[in-house]
C-alpha cells in the first residue's frame, strides 16, 4: 500500500500550495490552441497542460468527460495524460463523478480507486446522491490502496441549490449531512483524511460547516465560473486546511505556451497567498 492520500496531498500543498489546476480540453480551447479537433489534437493539448500545469501544481485535475467525447481513443489519451501529470510531480484527481447502487460501485471502485486500477489516478470525484453509504466499498478499498475520494456535497452550479440545500428532517441541509458523513470516515487521521467533499466556491457563505471534515476540500468555481479570492476567504474562511481552490478554463486559456501556462497558474497561487504585489 503507498502512502495514505490525505498525507500525500498535504505534503504535496506544501509543497507547491493548494491550486488545483484542471484540464478541460473544451472544444473551443482546443481550437484556441491551434490544433485540430480530434484526438491528435486532444492529446497535444491535454499532453501540454499536464507537462506545463503538473510541474508547478500539487494536484491536476483532468476532466473524464472532455476525453471521454473523443471515444476510447480519447479515453487512451486521459490515461497517458494522468501519467504525463505523475512525471511532472503532481496528484491526479479525476474528475469522473462516479456514483450507483452497491454493487456497481464496486466494479467502478476497481475501475478507479482500487490497488491494481486500471486508471492510476490518486483520487476520483464520486456522487453520493444513490446515498452516502453505497460509497462505503469505494472509501474502504480507496483508503487501503492509499488513494481518496473526494465526494460532491455542494457543487458550484446554480442548479444544486434546490436538492442539495433542502433540509432533512433532523435540519440539516443535505449537502451537510454529505460533509458529515465524509467527516466519520476522516475521524483521527493526520494531517487528514483521505475522503474530501466537493464544495463551490460560488456557493452562499455560511452554508457549508466544514469545521469537522478533518479532510480536502476541492472548491471548483473559482475563475472561469466568477467565485474570486475574496469569495474563496468569505466561503471557506482565511485558512482552512486541505482547501482546493480549483481552476481549469481561467488557467487553459493562457495556452498553448508552456511558460505562460506556468506563469497563470504561479500568479493564481501568489493570489491565493495573499501576496500584496498580487493585486488581488
Ligand atoms: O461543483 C462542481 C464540481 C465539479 N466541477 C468541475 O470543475 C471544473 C470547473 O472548470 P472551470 O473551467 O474552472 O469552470 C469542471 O471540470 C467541472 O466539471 C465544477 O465546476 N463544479
Known amino acids: 500500500m503507498s502512502a495514505r492520500f490525505g498525507a500525500r496531498l498535504a505534503a504535496a500543498v506544501a509543497a507547491r500550495g493548494p491550486l488545483c489546476s484542471g484540464i478541460d480540453p473544451h472544444p473551443g ?53 494522468i501519467d504525463a501529470v505523475h512525471e511532472a510531480g503532481a496528484l491526479v484527481l479525476l474528475d469522473v463523478k462516479r456514483g450507483d447502487i452497491g454493487s456497481t460501485m464496486a466494479a467502478y471502485t476497481a475501475a478507479y480507486v482500487a490497488e491494481q486500477a486500471a486508471f492510476t489516478a490518486d483520487a476520483v470525484t464520486v456522487s453520493p446522491y444513490l446515498g452516502f453509504g453505497a460509497l462505503d466499498t469505494a472509501v474502504t478499498t480507496a483508503r487501503e490502496a492509499g488513494n481518496g475520494l473526494f465526494v460532491l456535497a455542494r457543487t458550484s452550479n446554480p442548479e444544486a441549490h434546490t436538492l442539495q440545500s433542502a433540509r432533512l428532517a433532523d435540519g440539516r441541509t443535505v449537502a451537510q449531512s454529505v460533509v458529515d458523513a465524509a467527516a466519520e470516515h476522516n475521524a483521527g487521521a493526520e494531517p487528514y483524511g483521505d475522503v474530501g467533499v466537493v464544495v463551490g466556491a460560488t456557493v452562499p457563505p455560511g452554508e457549508v ?43 487553459l486559456r493562457h495556452g498553448p505556451d508552456a511558460a505562460a501556462l506556468r506563469r497563470a497558474a504561479e500568479q493564481v497561487a501568489l493570489r491565493l497567498a495573499g501576496t500584496p504585489e498580487s493585486g488581488q
Do not use: H, M, Y
Open 29 to 81: 480551447l482546443i481550437e484556441s490552441w491551434g490544433l485540430p479537433l480530434d484526438a491528435s489534437g486532444l492529446e497535444r493539448f491535454a499532453l501540454g497542460a499536464a507537462e506545463a500545469l503538473g510541474a508547478v501544481t500539487a494536484i491536476v485535475k483532468p476532466q473524464s468527460a472532455f476525453f471521454e467525447a473523443f471515444g476510447p481513443p480519447g479515453v487512451a489519451v486521459l490515461n497517458r495524460v
Open 209 to 251: 460547516d466544514l469545521s469537522q471534515l478533518n479532510g480536502p476540500v476541492l472548491a471548483p468555481g473559482f475563475g472561469a465560473q466568477g467565485a474570486t479570492v475574496a469569495d474563496l476567504r468569505a466561503v471557506f474562511g482565511p485558512d482552512l486546511p486541505g482547501l482546493l481552490p480549483a481552476s481549469s478554463r481561467d488557467l
